[in-house]
């Protein structure tokens, strides 16, 4: 029997397709338009004999014409592929296509690799149809976006172009675990019970199931049935072969057609979409890649901030003059069009998109900010501060600081079972269980076990574009346990807001296909990814930086056991320590971009280290 996701969860994810309110401006008013020819309910054969359900939209006229595909779970039927009609105004025949074992289509949903096969063989079958020309193109967000890249490396010589959205580029790394390790139990688990509750039983509306044990029968509690798909992910935690054979990374050399992508700063799969362009740019591929403020869902407006009306681009008719540019134009005319790499980004703060040709940016200088305290970081209430200057060297504005005294360690204790709550960030994939973006810190850092060290006000605007990275020496009192890092604005009044953070798995702090625990209370240098983005901290604004071990439940509890996470269900309290003396220069390493005339960037150094930062 198929497994249909709850009718409301259609509703909620067609918004991310591309809302209508991104798109009803440049579709206007087609009342003078002739109406589409609409061909209902065809069957598409692929090569083992399944056939898919579509639905065909043609412009009315001679034809034939090129076609743009979109392939979806979430039933092409759904109220949010309405908004792919606006191609066919433009002159594009539009094929709307349940994946396999979805709607109207046979067969097992199953890996993600299957999409590229079908992919390919519904490529084949709509260049043969009458109305066709031959050439292709797909359009489509999230799991739509990641179909687009695996019918790419199938190389089919009719597909001319993809523009993948908020897809990223990894199974492990975008939609499984975090590049520390740990994993995103509420992308996952909340994803697969709204599309995989059994129709005889009632979707749950509460997340209590996040807080089961063991994490590996999880599905249960959800779901009421066993889910091979959660219990994979959960029976692979590291990066093994499992996860290589379902990346699209490792595969980009393969991918020829030109590519427009898009994705968001508060998105989970931000690193991974920023991650294709490097690599597809590194090899002078036709890449051209925007990055926006906003969340798996671009419409959804953030309580705390407003990124002003330049925000959200014109997405439809971007991808309309991609199409244009590679599916209409003759092949002499494609072939004499030098190409550069292009990725435009959103500056929040300013709130202006600019130019760039590389990620991350070529004149970034990587400056760290050192953490420093008297041993009494605990909570906003305390005594951490950020130091432009390590320790022993003069720094102004530390008034916390002793004459002479020798930064003493922090330490806090983590208890999984009164984890610190996620509050913000780049969450997946229902806003309203897991609401997203720079949401303020405050009830976080009213809290024993969150350590917070803050600069002093700004004197000029500081521009941060790039990887954020913690530099930590660290102990513990667990052989394997999790440390978090956030970084935060703190405007003049006091609020406190996110703008990216990261999570690492201690065990995974070498290499996430080589679990190595770690010596109680032995001091150790790890490196937190705290993720990316493109922010101006204004004058007067101070930085923060908030050290914890949990974000729950965006990232599964460590239950600070060296067995598998999955199995375990002894809930182990942690003692944590994090040093920040001149033999251990803790320190959170900022993307700096300078001020430029010719970049455009809004940002002005305050007395800042010119050099790649160095920790030892």
């Not at 967000?141 to 959205?165: C, D, K, R």
Request: contains cysteine.
């Amino acid at each position: 029997m198929q497994i249909k996701p709850n009718f409301i969860f259609q509703i909620a994810f067609a918004a991310l397709l591309v809302p209508a309110s991104v798109v009803v401006a440049q579709i206007g008013s087609r009342r003078s338009e002739p109406p589409i020819e609409e061909h209902l309910g065809l069957s598409i054969p692929m090569r083992d004999g399944i056939h898919l359900a579509a639905d065909v939209f043609l412009p009315r006229g001679s034809g034939p014409w090129p076609a743009i595909l979109v392939r979806t779970p979430y039933s092409r039927k759904s109220y949010g592929m309405r908004s792919y009609r606006y191609f066919v105004y433009r002159q594009y025949a539009v094929v709307l296509e349940d994946v396999r074992g979805r709607y109207g289509s046979q067969g097992v949903f199953g890996s993600i690799d299957q999409e590229g096969a079908d992919g390919s063989d519904t490529i084949n079958w709509i260049a043969a149809q009458p109305w066709s020309n031959g050439r292709v193109a797909m359009a489509g967000s999230s799991y739509l976006g990641m179909a687009q890249w695996w019918a790419a490396v199938e190389n089919n010589p009719h597909l001319a172009a993809i523009t993948p959205m908020d897809a990223g580029d990894d199974e492990y790394l975008d939609r499984s675990y975090s590049p520390g390790g740990a994993l995103q139990l509420g992308h996952r688990l909340i994803w697969l019970t709204q599309n995989f509750t059994p129709p005889s039983a009632v979707r749950r509306r509460d997340t209590a199931y996040l807080r089961h044990l063991p994490l590996l029968t999880a599905d249960e509690a959800a779901v009421g049935t066993v889910l091979p798909q959660w219990r994979d992910i959960l029976n692979h935690p590291s990066y093994d072969q499992y996860w290589r054979k379902l990346s699209i990374r490792d595969q980009l050399e393969r991918v020829q057609v030109p590519v427009l992508s898009f994705g968001g700063w508060f998105d989970a799969y931000a690193e991974g979409d920023l991650d294709a362009f490097s690599r597809l740019a590194a090899q002078g591929k036709a890449i051209e890649t925007w990055i926006g403020p906003w969340w798996h869902n671009p419409a959804l407006k953030f309580p705390t901030r407003d990124f002003g009306p330049l925000a959200i681009p014109a997405i439809r008719s971007k991808q309309a003059a991609w199409f244009d540019r590679w599916l209409k134009r003759s092949r002499e005319d494609r072939n004499a069009d030098l190409f550069r790499p292009t990725l435009h980004i959103f500056v929040m703060g300013p709130n202006i998109w600019r130019e760039e040709h590389e990620w991350p940016l070529a004149r970034t200088r990587y400056t760290p900010l050192y953490l420093a305290s008297n041993g009494r970081a605990n909570s906003a209430s305390g005594d951490g501060a950020l130091l432009w200057k390590p320790l022993g060297e003069p720094n102004p504005g530390r008034s916390h600081e002793r004459p002479g005294a020798e930064d003493s360690p922090d330490t806090f204790v983590y208890d999984p079972a009164n984890p610190v709550p996620t509050t913000g960030g780049a969450t997946c994939c229902d806003s309203r269980l897991l609401p997203p973006g720079p949401l303020e810190q405050t009830r976080v850092e009213e809290r024993q076990d969150v350590l917070v060290y803050t600069s002093a006000p700004l004197a000029h605007d500081l521009e941060v574009t790039g990887p954020v990275h913690a530099i930590l020496y660290v102990a513990t009192s667990a052989n394997d346990t999790d440390f978090t890092a956030k970084l935060v604005d703190v405007e003049p009044n006091g609020r406190p807001l996110l703008v990216t953070d990261g999570i690492l798995r201690l065990r995974y702090r070498v290499s996430l296909n080589r679990p190595l625990f770690v010596k109680r209370n032995k001091p150790y240098r790890i490196d937190i990814d705290a993720g990316v983005t493109s922010y101006v901290f204004a004058a007067g604004h101070r930085i923060r930086l908030e050290v914890a071990s949990s974000n729950f439940p965006r990232f599964d509890r460590n239950l600070n056991s060296t067995r598998p996470n999955a199995l375990e269900t002894r809930l182990t309290i942690a003692r944590q320590t994090v040093f920040h003396d001149a033999r251990h220069p803790s320190a959170v390493i900022l993307p700096v971009i300078p001020a430029s005339s010719t970049s455009g960037a809004p940002a002005r150094g305050r007395d800042i280290p010119n050099e790649r930062a160095h920790i030892p």
